[in-house]
């Protein structure tokens, strides 16, 4: 018995041995062939660990196997084979598309791999099955600075007849922070984790169709079925994983730019991106490499209420007493005015429970009771709305504008982002203008080229007011300008006032206060200005303004503009300006200038 038992244990170290040298055997061959390849040089690889300049933008730990592997693309490479091989740190299951990838391009790899079952990721999968890809563009909310440029995320459908129970990839800041002025700070210095997350569609559209009040356009992509899988796949490997969040440039838009360069080997799209990343233009690179093979619009149900407000209803008298104090359809209205009043009613009634005006029960209580009576009117509703301007064909969103006046001086001013007052709002959120860091050098006659203002950041919101949405239109400026006798202050301009009108013309009235700052004299004003927008004409956008300020140092200005900006094409705009300003003595300038955007 004895003997039979020695027999086995040295069968058995045999055995044991054999398998060493033979594995050891495959190790060796697989290291060599990837050091002679130099497999870690590869772009893909590179691409797989989210590596640009030397270093990957990932700065969680448990994306990489080696503790080196964010700065070192070949220990990455090789610890990754050696823990496949071990059956270690679970890469199997945590990185499946490395682990496709390392099988495609390194012969004999897959007979050494510790094979184990994954069920996480078999889950995941099946509960995806992806078989569209759709770029989804809410448009820009400018009373929250987390989202004055707009969001991009994508949508995964196993059936594009049925989007609204597909689901999406999100990426986003992880924060509560309430404060919209320290959400931006933070956001720009980085201080948030960005995570991707996977969530219902409809609970997306919900958020920004209904609660934020945003419009939606759907980009459908033309990927293959490889190329989404290889998308899902490396999804899942970025689960759990974080990186620096910057409202700038790495941001929402940047990181899912990432997901596409992963699915399409041959897209080469963040580099692009360097200082900024606009959402808007991250979606017009995508038209380069003809990714978009059809287009959607989804309106808010904002969009939809002001439709019937200003398009349908024809007799507006009842309107504000039906809806604010239930009183009923007055009977003298047309069966047209009934219905558009009810469908009014049933929306704003949702808008109201958005905003938490409702407990659920009373909510329930008004809606079941509006259907019911909507009910008893046979006509179906048919709100044809008007699709807007395609943000895919807007201007891009850096500028340069070179200009010449009445008094002989020349002007040259540079911007990276975004739309003012004078550009053509096609595409962009009419009313709303965002400007950082506007650079403008003037050249007068026998004076030398002079910094004559620079913008760090300038907001306007000009949202119109109608009988029901009544919000405050505000601005703020801050920079530095040369400002009375040409001296150099620091400015700040706060204002708040009421725009009234509709999207393509609309008047507005604002208070505000010019506040210029230097060691030795601060000057601050109180004062009124009022203007008028038409965006009516079809390539032209007018505009007039007349500003009054009173200042603390006992003088007053007032100021007359009037402005006409004609669209040349999608990137060049002629501007032609009037300027009268009795700043220093009464004078009229006339301004023609020239703006290419890029």
């Given at each position: 018995?004895?003997?039979?038992?020695?027999?086995?244990?040295?069968?058995?170290?045999?055995?044991?041995?054999y398998?060493?040298?033979?594995?050891?055997?495959?190790?060796s061959e697989?290291?060599?062939?990837v050091e002679?390849?130099k497999?870690?040089?590869?772009?893909y690889?590179?691409?797989?660990?989210?590596?640009?300049?030397g270093?990957?933008?990932i700065?969680?730990?448990?994306f990489?196997?080696s503790?080196?592997?964010?700065k070192?693309l070949?220990?990455?490479?090789?610890?990754t084979?050696?823990?496949?091989?071990?059956?270690?740190?679970?890469?199997?299951?945590?990185f499946p598309?490395?682990?496709?990838?390392?099988?495609?391009?390194?012969?004999?790899?897959?007979?050494?791999?510790?094979?184990?079952?994954?069920?996480?990721?078999d889950?995941y999968i099946?509960?995806?099955d992806?078989?569209?890809?759709?770029m989804?563009?809410?448009?820009?909310h400018?009373?929250?600075?987390?989202?004055?440029?707009?969001?991009?995320?994508?949508?995964?459908?196993?059936?594009n007849?049925?989007?609204?129970?597909?689901?999406?990839?999100?990426?986003?800041?992880?924060?509560?922070?309430?404060?919209?002025?320290?959400?931006?700070?933070?956001?720009?210095?980085g201080?948030?984790?960005?995570?991707?997350s996977?969530?219902?569609?409809?609970?997306?559209?919900?958020?920004?169709?209904?609660?934020?009040?945003?419009?939606?356009?759907?980009?459908?992509l033309d990927?293959?079925q490889e190329?989404?899988n290889?998308?899902?796949l490396?999804t899942f490997?970025?689960?759990?994983?974080?990186?620096?969040?910057?409202?700038?440039?790495?941001?929402?838009?940047?990181?899912?730019?990432?997901?596409?360069?992963?699915?399409?080997?041959?897209?080469?799209l963040?580099?692009?991106?360097?200082?900024?990343t606009v959402p808007l233009?991250?979606?017009?690179?995508?038209q380069n490499?003809?990714?978009?093979?059809?287009?959607?619009?989804?309106?808010?149900s904002?969009?939809?209420?002001k439709?019937?407000?200003?398009?349908?209803?024809?007799?507006?008298?009842?309107l504000?007493?039906?809806?604010?104090?239930?009183?009923?359809l007055n009977?003298?209205l047309?069966?047209?005015?009934?219905i558009?009043?009810?469908?009014?009613?049933?929306?704003?009634?949702?808008?109201?429970?958005?905003n938490?005006?409702?407990?659920?029960?009373?909510?329930?209580?008004?809606?079941?009771?509006?259907l019911?009576?909507?009910?008893?009117?046979?006509?179906?509703s048919?709100?044809e709305?008007?699709?807007?301007?395609?943000?895919l064909?807007?201007?891009?969103?850096?500028?340069?504008?070179?200009?010449?006046?009445?008094n002989?001086?020349?002007?040259?001013?540079?911007?990276?982002?975004y739309?003012d007052?004078?550009?053509?709002?096609?595409?962009y959120?009419q009313?709303?203008?965002?400007d950082?860091?506007?650079?403008?050098l003037?050249?007068?006659?026998?004076?030398?080229l002079?910094?004559?203002?620079?913008?760090?950041?300038k907001?306007?919101?000009?949202?119109?007011?109608?009988?029901?949405?009544?919000?405050?239109s505000?601005?703020?400026?801050?920079?530095?300008?040369?400002?009375?006798?040409?001296n150099?202050?620091?400015?700040?301009?706060?204002?708040?006032?009421?725009s009234?009108g509709?999207?393509?013309?609309?008047?507005?009235?604002?208070?505000s206060?010019n506040?210029?700052?230097k060691?030795?004299?601060?000057?601050?004003?109180i004062?009124?200005?009022?203007?008028?927008?038409?965006?009516?004409?079809?390539?032209?956008?007018?505009?007039?303004?007349y500003?009054?300020?009173?200042?603390?140092?006992?003088?007053?200005?007032?100021?007359?503009e009037?402005?006409?900006?004609?669209?040349?094409?999608?990137?060049a705009s002629?501007n032609?300006r009037?300027l009268?300003?009795?700043?220093y003595?009464k004078?009229d300038?006339?301004?023609v200038?020239?703006s290419?955007?890029?």
């Amino acid at each position: 018995m004895l003997n039979i038992c020695n027999f086995f244990i040295r069968k058995l170290k045999y055995l044991l041995l054999y398998f060493l040298c033979f594995n050891f055997s495959y190790s060796s061959e697989i290291l060599d062939y990837v050091e002679n390849t130099k497999l870690y040089e590869n772009t893909y690889w590179a691409k797989l660990l989210h590596f640009r300049d030397g270093i990957s933008e990932i700065d969680s730990d448990n994306f990489f196997i080696s503790k080196d592997g964010k700065k070192d693309l070949k220990k990455e490479l090789f610890e990754t084979i050696q823990s496949l091989q071990n059956g270690q740190n679970n890469v199997l299951c945590r990185f499946p598309l490395r682990v496709e990838w390392l099988k495609q391009n390194i012969p004999s790899l897959e007979k050494t791999i510790v094979n184990y079952s994954c069920e996480e990721l078999d889950k995941y999968i099946s509960i995806l099955d992806a078989k569209y890809v759709t770029m989804v563009f809410p448009t820009a909310h400018i009373n929250s600075p987390a989202s004055m440029y707009g969001h991009t995320f994508l949508r995964l459908s196993s059936n594009n007849q049925t989007p609204l129970i597909s689901n999406a990839i999100n990426y986003a800041a992880v924060t509560n922070e309430t404060n919209g002025f320290l959400f931006a700070y933070k956001g720009l210095f980085g201080h948030y984790e960005g995570r991707y997350s996977i969530l219902p569609y409809y609970e997306k559209i919900k958020e920004y169709n209904n609660l934020e009040q945003r419009d939606i356009w759907e980009y459908d992509l033309d990927l293959n079925q490889e190329e989404i899988n290889r998308l899902v796949l490396h999804t899942f490997e970025l689960k759990d994983s974080y990186s620096d969040y910057f409202f700038f440039k790495e941001n929402c838009s940047y990181n899912i730019l990432w997901l596409l360069e992963i699915a399409r080997p041959s897209l080469d799209l963040v580099s692009n991106f360097d200082f900024k990343t606009v959402p808007l233009d991250s979606i017009k690179i995508l038209q380069n490499y003809d990714l978009i093979k059809n287009t959607n619009f989804r309106y808010s149900s904002m969009g939809k209420m002001k439709h019937i407000l200003n398009e349908k209803i024809e007799n507006k008298e009842y309107l504000k007493e039906f809806v604010n104090e239930d009183e009923p359809l007055n009977e003298s209205l047309s069966t047209k005015d009934k219905i558009s009043y009810l469908d009014f009613k049933i929306s704003y009634l949702q808008y109201q429970r958005a905003n938490n005006k409702y407990e659920k029960n009373e909510y329930l209580k008004k809606y079941l009771q509006l259907l019911k009576q909507r009910s008893s009117f046979k006509e179906v509703s048919n709100y044809e709305i008007e699709t807007p301007f395609d943000p895919l064909y807007s201007h891009d969103s850096a500028r340069i504008s070179f200009f010449y006046d009445s008094n002989e001086s020349f002007e040259l001013s540079a911007k990276p982002v975004y739309n003012d007052i004078y550009d053509i709002s096609d595409g962009y959120l009419q009313g709303a203008f965002i400007d950082f860091f506007e650079l403008n050098l003037k050249k007068q006659k026998d004076k030398d080229l002079k910094l004559d203002r620079f913008t760090l950041l300038k907001i306007k919101s000009l949202a119109p007011r109608d009988m029901f949405f009544k919000p405050i239109s505000w601005g703020i400026d801050l920079g530095y300008e040369h400002f009375k006798e040409e001296n150099d202050y620091l400015k700040i301009k706060p204002e708040i006032g009421l725009s009234f009108g509709q999207n393509k013309e609309y008047i507005y009235t604002m208070l505000s206060s010019n506040i210029y700052y230097k060691a030795n004299e601060q000057l601050a004003s109180i004062g009124t200005n009022i203007g008028f927008v038409t965006n009516r004409f079809k390539n032209f956008k007018i505009g007039l303004n007349y500003s009054y300020d009173k200042y603390n140092k006992n003088f007053e200005n007032k100021q007359f503009e009037g402005f006409i900006t004609y669209k040349l094409n999608r990137n060049a705009s002629l501007n032609l300006r009037y300027l009268n300003d009795n700043l220093y003595e009464k004078q009229d300038i006339l301004k023609v200038g020239v703006s290419y955007y890029f």
